[in-house]
């Protein structure tokens, strides 16, 4: 199966002057590779804080979107569609997800997390909208149609966040255990003649995540895991009434866990994989958690904080 893959600079939506940076990797149409296909699932990957001139290749090559997008699709196959988001807002090196966490601080930190009005879901079906009509900006009508005619239902979605970009898998964690389970689907206008190969609307969206990675995260501050034992016990009992399952995989280095000067990130990964343990059991089993440690047998450093990237095992 062939891929299109690029960078692309897009606005969350019309109003706002804030342009992200999107890596996209969509899988082709086998019978054309003009033709979008409808993936098996959309992988989205947040990333962290950013990183310049600091003379190390490997560390400069994994925060790189579009070698990050390929190292996805490697993890998780041809036929899923990645995109590597990079925040809008910096405050030196210091990523700032605002629109998706509404709530933090100058140095993006969260402050609390609060599924109101749903930031996340909303501002990430707003940016795979404008990501994806950017593609098919060069594609032609007959092929538009071709598309969206095949397309039955939304796959699923495979959420990542690495380091400050954890911040958004909390959020949507916060999002998911609020979600009406008896939500009734809607499809805007602006969505009719595109594909529905993404979710049209904030619910399908929050309704069609099935795995939720964290990839080494940490702050300089508390809030790198969601500790509230109320989003967890809801996300359980959700999953209880459901068809759904939700599975959920911390991965971790020494650079984080270790870290001497931050316990509390240790604390708080600790505290959440307790609490995703307890409720899982009262899921019938569609909750689960995977806790996955790399590199324990090297010192800390910056460069294994990167390295996980290529080394995570997602199965």
């Not at 992200?20 to 993936?39: E, F, K, T």
């Not at 400069?60 to 807002?89: H, M």
């Not at 599924?115 to 007959?142: D, N, T």
């Not at 998911?176 to 008896?182: A, E, G, R």
């Amino acid at each position: 199966m062939e891929r299109w893959s690029g960078v692309l600079k897009i606005p969350l939506n019309a109003s706002t002057s804030n342009y992200y940076r999107v890596a996209s990797s969509l899988c082709l149409s086998s019978s054309s590779s003009q033709n979008l296909a409808v993936p098996s699932a959309n992988a989205i990957f947040f990333h962290g804080d950013r990183v310049q001139d600091t003379g190390n290749h490997v560390i400069e090559r994994l925060y790189d979107l579009q070698k990050v997008a390929e190292i996805i699709v490697s993890k998780f196959g041809n036929s899923v569609n990645v995109f590597v988001v990079e925040s809008s807002v910096f405050n030196g090196p210091f990523a700032i997800y605002k629109d998706f966490v509404p709530s933090v601080n100058q140095w993006g930190a969260p402050k609390s997390y609060s599924p109101i009005g749903f930031p996340a879901s909303s501002s990430i079906v707003s940016l795979l909208s404008s990501c994806l009509h950017e593609v098919i900006l060069k594609k032609s009508k007959e092929e538009i149609n071709q598309i969206a005619s095949s397309v039955h239902q939304c796959p699923k979605t495979f959420v990542l966040g690495f380091s400050k970009g954890g911040v958004v898998m909390n959020q949507l964690m916060s999002e998911i255990s609020s979600l009406d389970t008896n939500f009734a689907e809607t499809t805007s206008s602006a969505m009719i003649e595109e594909p529905q190969i993404i979710p049209a609307s904030k619910e399908s969206f929050l309704n069609s995540i099935s795995e939720v990675h964290y990839i080494d995260v940490g702050l300089n501050s508390s809030g790198a895991y969601i500790t509230d034992q109320n989003v967890v016990q809801r996300i359980s009992q959700r999953l209880a009434r459901d068809v759904n399952s939700l599975r959920i995989v911390i991965h971790g280095t020494p650079r984080q866990w270790c870290d001497e000067h931050r316990g509390w990130i240790l604390k708080e990964k600790d505290e959440l994989v307790r609490l995703l343990k307890s409720e899982g059991e009262n899921s019938g089993g569609k909750l689960e958690v995977h806790e996955r440690f790399y590199f324990s047998d090297r010192l800390a450093d910056l460069q294994m904080h990167f390295d996980i990237i290529d080394a995570m095992d997602v199965s």
